[in-house]
């Protein structure tokens, strides 16, 4: 058994009531740790529950300045109702940002690229499936290939790229499991973080009752299609009110794990409403993964 902390300043983001763009929901961010300072890119409702994307910065990874006006926002059709729930590496000198489009014909993963974080190019799909998201880019590439985590539903899957476009070396790598806490579907949570012991990621599982958790795994470091250890339990759950009654009771959703120093920042959706921190120190964490 390992819990990851909550941070006592919780929640640490809270919706602005006098921005209609994000007066009703904040959650899910994507952060990246980048010359001193955290860098936060949330998902944000209003009143119309179309989903856009905000930015806001901190020293400290706690206490975060918002800019006024969302930095990304629907354009293109797939994404009429929503950009959703972004995952941001910092990769060969630019910033990635995977995304859910969401609109009438349904869900689909795209990615945009930036040298900013502030001004986003469209790069365009990130796979042609409707109905699959949850989808975050390796910081590194293998030999020559990209590779991408994605959900095709139920499971977690990789894909391996050279051009971001065309996909191949398709694997199923984390189903869900019966009667444990990551039952129905799995997800990944934010990017893989490299260890010395092999790339651990953090992802949430949903069980039959609808509840959001997160876990962890290991997996090989240089070939990420091998699973070398998948903890039995989970390591954070809803407990706190701002997690069990919001907008969607009962979720723990992240799309962001941090290093910095010896520390790792894990940002959270509370109840799809508000935004958590919980931290673990990496050693621990690793050593969980390994063999808990
Ligand atoms: C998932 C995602 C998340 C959300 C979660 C709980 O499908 O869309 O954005 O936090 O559901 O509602």
Not at 93 to 100: H, K, P
Not at 231 to 244: A, H, R, S
């Amino acid at each position: 058994m390992f819990q990851l902390k909550r941070h006592p300043a919780n929640p640490i983001l809270l919706p602005r009531p006098d921005s209609p763009w994000q007066a009703l929901n904040v959650f899910n961010p994507a952060v990246v740790f980048h010359r001193g300072l955290f860098h936060m890119l949330y998902r944000a409702q209003g009143l119309d529950y179309v989903s856009r994307i905000g930015y806001a910065v901190s020293e400290d990874g706690v206490r975060f300045s918002r800019l006024e006006d969302p930095v990304f926002w629907p354009e293109a059709p797939k994404e009429a109702r929503g950009v959703e729930d972004p995952r941001v590496v910092f990769l060969e000198g630019r910033f990635y940002m995977t995304y859910t489009g969401y609109s009438a014909q349904g869900i689909q993963p795209f990615l945009a690229e930036s040298e900013t974080l502030l001004r986003w190019r469209r790069l365009g799909e990130a796979l042609p499936e409707m109905g699959n998201k949850n989808h975050v880019l390796f910081p590194e590439r293998f030999g020559h290939r990209y590779a991408m985590l994605h959900r095709r539903p139920p499971a977690i899957w990789v894909a391996f790229s050279s051009d971001l476009k065309t996909w191949e070396d398709d694997t199923l790598l984390l189903p869900p499991r019966p009667h444990l806490w990551d039952s129905v579907r799995v997800g990944a949570a934010g990017p893989p973080l490299l260890t010395p012991k092999g790339w651990l990621l953090l992802y949430h599982g949903v069980d039959h009752g609808n509840v959001y958790r997160l876990g962890v795994a290991l997996l090989d470091r240089e070939d990420p299609r091998r699973v070398l250890h998948r903890p039995e339990g989970f390591i954070l759950q809803p407990e706190e009110v701002w997690e069990i009654r919001g907008d969607v009771p009962n979720v723990v959703f992240s799309c962001a794990n941090v290093v910095v120093g010896e520390e790792v920042y894990v940002y959270y959706g509370g109840a799809d409403r508000v935004i958590g921190l919980a931290t673990a120190p990496l050693a621990a964490l690793l050593r969980y993964a390994e063999e808990g």
